[in-house]
């Protein structure tokens, strides 16, 4: 009997250390792929709040209490914005060099309070629009809003948001949501931006190998980039969707149907979500939209409750349960009551 098991049990071992050596050279498996990010329950929901609304008690409640009463479970909270500031008590010597240092929120306090009422929380953090530091650096030559873009392919600018973005990973946000991962708008559409593309890559490959593993990564994208035609690289903005997945966890177009140029797309708020999301999940991209939440060419024959319920329709009917709200003021006065009557 034990001569029948000798070559059964060599046979066995010399497989086992085959899939040993497999396991070491990497053959064999399936390449690493994004992990599923953190999520506060079936579905993340929730509106993007500015450091002075977050800072300001009463406003806060009243957000979060009605936030919850609909059924939303996330908050977008700006830590670094277009202005440049940055507001919490950042320790990076360049914040506090250029006057950017601006705390308003008192982190160590507001996220316990939010994360014991149930929140997930998203860390805003703007990039490459930065007119604090494009005075203290060169600022990028625009063909519109000067003074106020710095270079994505500069090394300190790169060095400067990634000293920020490990801070804040630190601090006990869920999720980072990089905004403004682009150069400026403008110029011809055409296939000659290589190198924009090239330096947004390397941004995001830094941010990847620093932070994927310690927090969930998302980033605003353009609405227009949802379009089959990004996949060509010709435009200028350097955003190429399927490059910021291969590093992020999740993306979030943000299709608002008022920034549309096309007045078909700008008069069907339904159509537009519907036609936009398609063709992003057509691509494989996850995505988690960012949707309308401000009056601007609400069309004449609805009412803006009616233009915001349109837009989550769209989303619920193509599976996209994840969505959250923009408003620049943190005014969601209508979308409670366009939600809280659906």
Do not use: C
Request: glycine share 6%; net charge positive; aromatic share 12%.
């Amino acid at each position: 009997m034990k001569t029948l098991f000798r070559p059964l049990k060599a046979l066995l071992l010399l497989g086992i250390a085959a899939i040993v050596v497999l396991m070491v050279l990497g053959l064999g498996a399936a390449p690493p792929g994004p992990s599923a990010p953190a999520v506060a329950g079936p579905y993340i929901r929730g509106v993007y709040l500015p450091a002075n609304v977050a800072a300001h008690p009463k406003r806060l409640q009243e957000i979060t209490q009605k936030a919850r009463r609909i059924g939303f479970n996330a908050l977008v909270i700006d830590v670094k914005d277009n202005h440049g500031l940055v507001y919490y008590d950042t320790k990076v010597p360049l914040a506090a060099q250029i006057g950017a240092r601006n705390p308003l929120l008192k982190l160590e306090e507001l996220l316990p309070s939010l994360r014991s009422q149930g929140f997930y929380l998203i860390a805003r953090q703007v990039l490459f629009y930065d007119p604090k530091v494009a005075r203290h650096l060169d600022a990028l030559k625009t063909e519109r809003e000067p003074g106020r873009w710095v270079s994505p392919a500069e090394e300190r600018v790169q060095r400067y948001n990634l000293a920020i973005a490990e801070e804040v990973a630190a601090l006990g946000f869920d999720e980072i949501q990089f905004d403004y991962v682009r150069w400026p708008d403008g110029g011809a559409y055409r296939p000659i931006y290589a190198e924009r593309y090239a330096a947004i890559e390397r941004f995001l490959q830094r941010v990847h190998n620093r932070l994927y593993k310690k927090i969930t990564l998302s980033a605003d994208v353009f609405g227009r980039a949802l379009w089959p035609w990004n996949l060509k690289k010709i435009d200028p903005i350097g955003q190429h969707l399927e490059t910021f997945q291969r590093y992020l966890h999740v993306l979030s177009p943000m299709i608002y149907p008022s920034h549309y140029e096309t007045e078909a797309l700008r008069s069907d708020p339904y159509g537009t979500i519907k036609k936009a999301l398609l063709s992003g999940q057509q691509r494989g991209l996850a995505l988690r939209p960012f949707l309308q939440a401000f009056e601007m060419h609400i069309p004449a024959t609805m009412t803006y409750d009616e233009y915001i319920r349109a837009q989550v329709r769209a989303a619920h009917e193509l599976g996209v349960e994840s969505y959250l709200f923009w408003n620049p003021r943190g005014d969601y006065t209508g979308l409670w009551r366009a939600l809280s009557t659906r």
